[in-house]
């Protein structure tokens, strides 16, 4: 199946929806978090590091929304949507503020990262057996987001969805040192890959199991803002947790 990626950008066609991530609605949810609570916070000084920049389009969003003139390092498993990444980077003149690398994230010494995003992977099946196996989060969905909040940096935006066990995240975090400091909530409609039928009976299962109650149609997806704790921040973990759990 052939599929333009952005409709306004008509020169770039994906042979595969499975390998170049394409979910517009939560990528600009991601960029809109990224502007807010990260670029519009941020000094020139700044070396920011993303974890799975898939074609680029969100951080590419944000920079053009934003006065940051720091630099981002993006990290892309998959060779297309670097491919892809690397063409609207040098499209948009983004060339000295964002650099993609085709390679995977925790082999490029992530630990030197002081700042980190990311839309990590995180659906929730048995096996990455899927429509798009880099999308799996491990049996909760929560393996990779977790995985992420143990590289001690010191302040990280993770993309959490509700169906990925955001109590555990959230308990892993404040036992690293973390607080959240800001977040953004909106409700998004089950998806491509969301939709699959080994990542719904996943959740199903795991709703079931935690005696938590999921809407058929709709789920929350957030943007988390989490920053070592200081004796000046304060945090909103609670609040999140009740947000996430309303549906
Ligand atoms: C949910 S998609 C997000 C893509 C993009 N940031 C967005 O929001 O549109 C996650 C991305 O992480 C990439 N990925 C998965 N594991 C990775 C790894 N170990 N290192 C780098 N990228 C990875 C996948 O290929 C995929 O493009």
Not at 76 to 87: G, P
Not at 100 to 113: D, G, L, M, R, W
Request: charged share 15%; proline share 5%; hydrophobic share 40%.
């Amino acid at each position: 199946m052939n599929k333009t990626v952005l409709a306004s950008d008509a020169a770039i066609e994906v042979k595969s929806p499975n390998q170049v991530f394409f979910c517009p609605e939560e990528s600009q949810f991601y960029a809109q978090c990224l502007e807010k609570m990260v670029l519009s916070q941020s000094t020139s000084a700044d070396t920011i590091f993303e974890f799975g920049s898939g074609d680029g389009s969100p951080v590419i969003q944000a920079l053009l929304r934003s006065a940051f003139s720091g630099t981002i390092q993006g990290y892309e498993l998959n060779a297309d949507s670097y491919q892809l990444a690397k063409l609207r980077i040098e499209q948009y003149g983004l060339a000295p503020y964002y650099q993609v690398h085709n390679t995977c994230f925790f082999s490029s010494s992530p630990e030197k990262a002081r700042y980190l995003i990311a839309n990590p992977p995180y659906l929730p099946a048995p096996d990455n057996q899927l429509y798009m196996p880099s999308l799996h989060g491990g049996a909760d969905g929560a393996g990779i987001t977790n995985q992420l909040l143990t590289l001690g940096c010191e302040q990280v935006m993770l993309m959490i969805s509700a169906y990925s066990n955001p109590v555990d995240t959230i308990n892993h975090a404040t036992k690293l040192g973390y607080d959240v400091v800001d977040f953004m909530v909106t409700p998004l409609k089950f998806g491509y890959y969301s939709s699959e039928p080994k990542v719904r009976n996943t959740i199903a299962e795991l709703q079931r199991r935690r005696q938590a109650f999921f809407s058929e149609r709709i789920y929350f997806l957030a943007g988390v803002l989490f920053r070592q704790k200081s004796a000046s921040t304060s945090c909103l973990a609670e609040e999140f947790l009740k947000v996430m759990t309303a549906l």
